[in-house]
């Protein structure tokens, strides 16, 4: 009876704060003007928008998305991965110009970046990741069927520890020195911060699949 | 229709004003990219425009091609470079750009479908510039922004070479040590030849008691050099005070910690290793390393102190058992490839892990053991012990996976083990159908009879075999995001059901007696009708899952209730 309290429990701590707002998405679909696709359009929405990263990218923590997709191709037994490609974005919150920075980065070395330069609001920032992204990953095989997976990873990155730690001070702790902020309030999201890098909480993970397609 | 007004903004006036777009309020051009664009279009000769510009199909151009004001249109072929400036770009798919791509206060379409040869950057930040003749040059109002890249700053010191303070947790939260705390610096280097790294941490515990002692504040340094990029040499070294677990291949640590933190449960065991370890191997690629291992340490043994816990204060902590303590010379042969698509959740690929160690030295103190298992005697010893992790990811279909998972471990040669490298393999991290050193834990999955069991109920098998096979299936159904748009798939939700059946016992190495069903001779291995097994279902919602498994060989043994973070394996 006590273990199934627990579960319970848990299962509605978890539960409860999801289902009551709308949730991250992240979706992918074969590019529609090929046939056969010479690639997916890739799009995530509301990936950073709940509390916990709004707060973590406000007090310093740039974040990293990290894309992959893959192309799988339907076989006899078991589906096979064809080929994958990968790349970023990466957002920062620029407390002095009071804007959210955003690159998307592809490859290494001869690669593609794209700098979209600062957006006021978190909401304006991440309308960027809501416009299909369509990314080159073509079939090699004929008369397979394939499909696409794309996987999102979320991590909050640093600089170092230190420099967060300073920004921290700068950021959130003096002006409750000064009074403009409640002092118990900026202890909280500071240590809530610290707390959430020492679980590693700020790691999220997504995954979308397309649906299966004849080449 | 922004390109139209940006034309229209350029024939207003020879000084062209940097446009924003309606809803953004974007950054400025970064200074040193500023003057990248103007000088590469003063310098470009093969082609230049300031207005529309179409390069057609069949058409190559020799040398650079710059254009401001565009749009630029590419269905043929460039054999240098292009520069767009406050211009979009439009690469059809027979667009060949054989250098690199620049564009400034841009987009580029069709780049997915175009040939392009060398870099592309793109930024969205219109220059803002002043036009003299043919020449262009940067604003002044430019010159205020120099943050050429902020990311390039964070690869450089996060990715490339740097040093940091690191503030991270060291383990999993346990009944011995609190929370295990990682504080000191880390230096990385990433060079051509490879890289290095150089760790060097005291370990803080929430348990301390801050008197100085060697088990309040340990040390962990560590070091390793990758001679090569894509393969190569691997060198290494640590010194260290730590306290480690026994049977970590069963929970993850994140399991372990949050079982232990909320429910005052602790599923491991924990002893010290203080001492010192170089390592030599080789590494290919990022999946696949071997090395060779020796160390010389002291191990010790621990007891259970009382860390805060989120329920159950009231409740007693399972006892730490007491562990065998003396200096040993250890020599390790370890083998890791890991060709999984992905670390979180495996779709396809294999994971191993196998591990020979040799140990030898002298045991000051055997810790007492349960029944039938003799204490050893004090004195010099040396041992074989293997281990091996082997798991194969499959995708049956798009929406649905079949996984294995063997793992077998055990005395090799030598003396008796020490009991920090028995085996258990009850528990929700290896049989959870069986419940965790329960009294009525079947003899075979701990390998104790029950006469006389010592404290905190240690595993002390000196051989185990577990396997696993489990089937994941989509439930189509997602617990934490919305189905409000039908234009793209997302038939892979986050709901998984998951159906999975377990088997595995643990058994003694030496001369059976009369009605002993635990020990066999080093050559021989149980009946698989021994076996003890389970099957179960679960609910798996990608952060959390909940299962529930039946032991098949105990029908009066309840069915139990777990939770697991991620996947069982």
Known sequence: MRKRLEVGALLLLIAAPAVAQRGPQLDVAPLAAHSPPSGASVRATRILGDRDMRELLQNGFPAALRFRLELWRVGGLFDDIESATQWEMLVRYDPYAKQYLVVRRQGAGGGALEDFGGFATLEDAESVMQRPFPVALAPRRGGSRYYYNVVLDVETLSVSDLDELQRWLSGELQPAVRGKRAPLSALRRGFGTLLSRVLGGEKRHYEARSGTFRV | ?569
């Not at chain 2, 207005?51 to 069949?58: F, L």
């Not at chain 2, 000191?184 to 005291?202: D, F, K, L, M």
């Not at chain 2, 691997?234 to 306290?243: E, F």
């Open chain 2, 1 to 569: 229709m922004r390109t139209a007004l940006l034309a229209f903004v350029a024939t207003l006036s020879t000084v062209t004003m940097g446009a924003q777009e309606p809803t953004l309020d974007r950054g400025g051009l970064p200074r040193d990219i500023a003057r990248e664009a103007t000088r590469m279009f003063n310098e470009t000769a093969a082609l230049r425009a300031t207005t529309r510009t179409e390069i057609d199909s069949g058409r190559v151009v020799e040398g650079d091609v710059a254009v401001i004001n565009g749009p630029l249109l590419i269905s043929g072929r460039v054999t240098g470079r292009v520069l767009a400036i406050n211009s979009e770009v439009v690469l059809r798919p027979s667009a060949r750009i054989d250098g690199d791509l620049l564009v400034v206060g841009g987009e580029v379409e069709g780049r997915h479908v175009a040939y392009i040869g060398g870099e592309i950057r793109i930024y969205r930040q219109t220059l803002d510039y002043v036009q003299e003749g043919d020449r262009i040059y940067p604003e002044r109002t430019v010159a205020n922004n120099d943050d050429s890249g902020w990311w390039r700053r964070w690869e450089r010191t996060h990715r490339r070479s740097g040093s940091k303070l690191q503030i991270a947790s060291a383990g999993a939260y346990n009944r011995v040590e609190g929370l295990p705390i990682n504080l000191g610096p880390q230096v990385y280097y990433n060079a051509p030849w490879g890289t290095a790294r150089v760790g060097a941490y005291a370990v803080l515990r929430t348990e301390s008691s801050f008197s100085g002692t060697d088990e309040d504040i340990g040390h962990n340094v560590n070091t390793e050099l990758r001679f090569g990029r894509r393969g190569g040499l691997l060198v290494g070294g640590r010194v260290y005070n730590v306290i480690e677990p026994t049977e970590s291949w069963q929970l993850s640590e994140l399991e372990a910690g949050l079982a232990a933190f909320v429910f005052r449960r602790d599923y491991r065991d924990y002893y010290s290793r203080h001492g010192g370890q170089g390592r030599l191997g080789f590494f290919v690629r990022r999946g696949a390393d071997i090395s060779l291992a020796y160390g010389e340490e002291r191990w010790d043994s621990l007891t259970a102190q009382n860390p805060w816990t989120l329920t159950r204060q009231g409740a007693g902590w399972r006892p730490n058992p007491a562990f065998d303590q003396g200096k040993l010379h250890l020599l390790n042969a370890t083998l890791r490839i890991d060709t999984r698509n992905d670390y979180d959740n495996p779709w396809s690929g294999w994971y191993v892990l196998a591990d020979v160690e040799h140990g030898n030295g002298d045991m000051a103190a055997y810790a007492a053991r349960s029944t039938p298992v003799a204490t050893p005697s004090p004195g010099q010893f040396q041992y074989a012990r293997g281990f091996m992790d082997l798991r194969r990811y499959n995708r049956v279909s798009p929406d649905a996976q079949l996984n294995f998972r063997v793992v077998l471990g055990g005395w090799l040669n030598g003396n008796a083990l020490p009991l920090q490298r028995r085996f258990a393999v009850d528990g929700p991290g290896a049989l959870p159908g069986y419940d965790f050193r329960s009294p009525g834990t079947s003899a075979t999955l701990t390998c104790h009879d029950g006469v006389a069991v010592v404290a905190g109920t240690p595993g002390q098998c000196d051989r185990m075999a577990l396997a696993t096979v489990e089937y994941r299936g989509d439930l189509h159904f997602d617990l934490f995001t919305d189905w409000d748009d039908d234009h793209y798939m997302r038939s892979h939700s986050n709901g998984v059901w998951v159906f999975f059946a377990d088997a595995g016992r643990g058994w003694l190495v030496g001369t059976p007696t009369a009605g002993d069903s635990l020990t066999y001779t080093s050559g021989d291995m149980p009946a698989l009708s021994s076996f003890k097994s389970d099957l179960g279902l679960g609910l798996d919602f990608d952060i959390v899952g909940v299962y529930v498994a039946k032991a098949l060989n105990a029908p009066k043994v309840p069915a139990n209730f777990f939770l697991r973070i991620r996947h069982r394996f």
